[in-house]
């Protein structure tokens, strides 16, 4: 089937705490899949629901919507009811990655290694004394279930975790031990892994602010790591793709200690997707620029597209 045969619609916006972020991503790929396609639309969502005129027919998806619909498998959903073809991860495999507590049973169970967690939801919270007790003085407090950062709390002894959980009152949540080190991060294109990128952010935390404002943070693409290290770390996030059942692209975060152990945090199945999102800035080091790599992530649903029609 030739390409004039269907029209790639780019999703962004809906209704979530990264919807700006979504908008500047789907912004982005629709410019880039323009270059290649004749017929590529932006459609901005308004709400977490897809636009009744689309037709599996006709049109191919490339979602691009981060956080709450777009990456908890909601929209997967949808999307696999009505027949569309779709770039990205399924349902199931959503499901699983966006809640960082599961995910780290399914790295745990395949011999990733992961840190240890605290999992709980709002009404049963813990006690201070007793987090500390388990994880250690440092410890990162954030929604088992969010993306971006958001929500996270960064925290040093009990009175400062006691403060953050009174200000909990609904949803998932995870505590781990606050590990110091290099913060990497590994893009995955068809479970193939791109550079490993360095992530420096000058405020000192890789929050919600230090990923999106401009200057905040230095990134280091390829990261400067001994070539066996860069391969295990390659080779584990290759591993991350498949037990997770990933599709199409994913982008897997890490930190590095300073004695050289290193331990995933957990795996992003949208990630961002400006010209300087960490996906791109990872598979930049293989060979691909901006326009190939968006290029290549809606090539395997038109390959599905074209077995249907």
């Known amino acids: 089937m030739s390409e004039e045969n269907f029209t790639i619609v780019v999703l962004c916006g809906a209704v979530s705490p990264e919807r700006d972020v979504s908008i500047r991503s789907g912004i982005a790929c629709a410019e880039a899949l323009k270059k290649t396609f004749p017929r590529v639309e932006l459609r ?50 959503c499901t699983v990655c966006i809640d960082k507590a599961f995910t780290k049973e399914k790295l745990r169970a395949a011999g990733v ?32 279930d969010k993306g971006s950062s958001v929500g996270l709390y960064l925290l040093s002894g009990t009175r400062a975790v006691k403060r953050a959980l009174s200000k909990i009152r609904e949803g998932k949540w995870i505590a781990e031990p606050r590990l110091f080190g290099r913060e990497l991060t590994v893009g995955l294109i068809g479970g193939v892994a791109g550079g490993i990128v360095e992530i420096r952010p000058k405020s000192g935390a890789y929050d919600f602010q230090s990923k999106y404002t401009a200057g905040a943070t230095e990134y280091l693409a390829p990261a400067p790591l001994p070539e066996v290290l860069a391969a295990s770390v390659r080779s584990a996030a290759e591993t991350v793709f498949k037990v997770c059942g990933c599709r199409d692209y994913s982008r897997a975060d890490v930190i590095l200690l ?12 949208m990630p961002g997707l400006t010209a300087t999102s960490l996906l791109p800035k990872s598979v930049s080091c293989i060979g691909y620029d901006f326009p190939n790599l968006v290029r290549k992530m809606i090539e395997p649903a038109i390959a599905r597209f074209s077995s249907r029609n």
């Open 113 to 144: 290694p992961v840190t240890q967690e605290v999992v709980f939801c709002a009404k049963s919270r813990p006690q201070a004394k007793s987090l500390v007790r388990r994880l250690g003085r440092e410890i990162v407090l954030k929604p088992a």
């Open 258 to 269: 300073p004695n050289g152990r290193y331990f995933f945090l957990e795996v992003n199945t």
């Open 44 to 93: 901005v969502l308004d709400g977490n629901a897809l636009p009744d005129d689309l037709d599996p027919a006709q049109h191919i998806v490339f979602p691009v919507i981060h956080g709450d619909y777009g990456e908890d498998g909601k929209i997967q959903r949808e999307l696999e009811s009505r027949g569309f073809a779709y770039a990205g991860c399924e349902e199931a495999c």
